[in-house]
C-alpha cells in the first residue's frame, strides 16, 4: 500500500512555496465554502477556480487521477441509485426503470462538490510534506496526541499493507484460492494475525520511543514565516471562499 501524498512536494510553485499555516487556513476556508454551495449556477465556477487551483500546483493530472479512483467506486454506486429513486419529476423511462430529474440534478450536485472538495485536499496536501503539515495544525492548535497519531498512522499505514501484501502473495504461493468456506476461514486468520501483528509493532515503537525520551517537554514547533506574499495568497483564497458563500445566499 503506497499512499504518497507528499511525493510531489519537491514541485516549484507558488503553491509549493506558500507558507503552510496560511495555506492550511486558506484551502480549509474554500473546502468549507464548497461544501456549503447548493445552487446548481454557482457548480461551473467551483470547477474553473478548482481547475486554476490544480493548474497552479503543477501536480501531475496522473497523481489527481490515480487518487480519485477508489473514491468514485462509491460515487458510482450513486449514480445508479439516486437517478432511479430520487425525486418525482419523470425524465424518462426504460421498461421498468425510471429516472428522475430530481435525482439527477442531486448527483451532479455531489459529483462537482466531490470533485472540487477532493482536489482541493490533494493540492493542500500534496504541495507540502506531510509532517511539515502536521506541524502547521500542531502550531494552529492541534493537540500534541492528535498530531502524534496523525504521524504514526500515515507512517505505519504503509508498514501494515505492506505485511498484507507479503502475507497474501504467501498464501497465494501454498495454493490459496479463496473460493470455499475454507478460504474464508484463511482470510478471517490472516487479518486475526495482521491485527495482533500492528499491535506487538505499535507496543514495540511505543517503548522504543519512551526510551528516547517520548512525552518529555520539547521545543516549540511556531517556526514558521509569514512573509506578505503569503498573506495576500490567503487573502485572495478567503475572498473567493467568501464569493461562494454569498453567491449562495443570495
Do not use: N
Not at 526510551?211 to 514558521?224: A, E, I, V
Request: positive net charge; glycine residues 6%; hydrophobic residues 55%.
Amino acid at each position: 500500500m503506497r499512499l504518497h501524498l507528499d511525493e510531489y512536494s519537491h514541485l516549484d510553485s507558488p503553491l509549493h512555496t506558500w507558507e503552510t499555516r496560511s495555506k492550511l487556513i486558506g484551502f480549509l476556508v474554500l473546502i468549507f465554502a464548497f461544501s456549503f454551495v447548493q445552487d446548481l449556477r454557482v457548480l461551473p465556477a467551483m470547477l474553473i477556480v478548482t481547475a486554476a487551483i490544480y493548474a497552479v500546483s503543477r501536480l501531475p493530472v496522473a497523481f489527481l487521477l490515480a487518487r480519485l479512483r477508489l473514491p468514485g467506486f462509491f460515487l458510482l454506486m450513486m449514480a445508479i441509485l439516486l437517478p432511479l429513486l430520487s425525486g418525482q419529476t419523470i425524465l424518462f423511462r426504460i421498461g421498468p426503470v425510471v429516472v428522475r430529474e430530481e435525482g439527477c440534478l442531486d448527483l451532479l450536485l455531489i459529483v462537482v462538490k466531490f470533485v472540487c472538495i477532493l482536489t482541493t485536499g490533494l493540492v493542500l496536501f500534496g504541495t507540502t510534506p506531510f509532517v511539515t503539515t502536521v506541524k502547521a495544525m500542531r502550531s494552529l492548535g492541534l493537540p500534541a496526541i492528535l498530531a502524534d497519531m496523525t504521524l504514526f498512522s500515515y507512517r505505519y499505514i504503509h508498514e501494515i499493507g505492506g505485511d498484507l501484501e507479503m502475507m497474501e502473495r504467501a498464501m497465494r504461493l501454498r495454493g490459496f484460492r479463496g473460493r470455499s468456506f475454507r478460504g474464508l476461514t484463511a482470510l478471517a486468520s490472516l487479518a486475526g494475525s495482521l491485527l495482533v501483528r500492528s499491535y506487538e509493532r505499535s507496543d514495540l515503537v511505543y517503548k522504543a520511543m519512551v526510551l528516547r525520551g517520548y512525552g518529555q517537554l520539547t521545543q516549540s514547533l511556531d517556526d514558521f514565516q509569514v512573509r506578505a506574499a503569503d498573506i495576500a495568497r490567503l487573502f485572495a483564497i478567503l475572498l473567493v471562499a467568501a464569493g461562494f458563500v454569498i453567491a449562495e445566499i443570495l
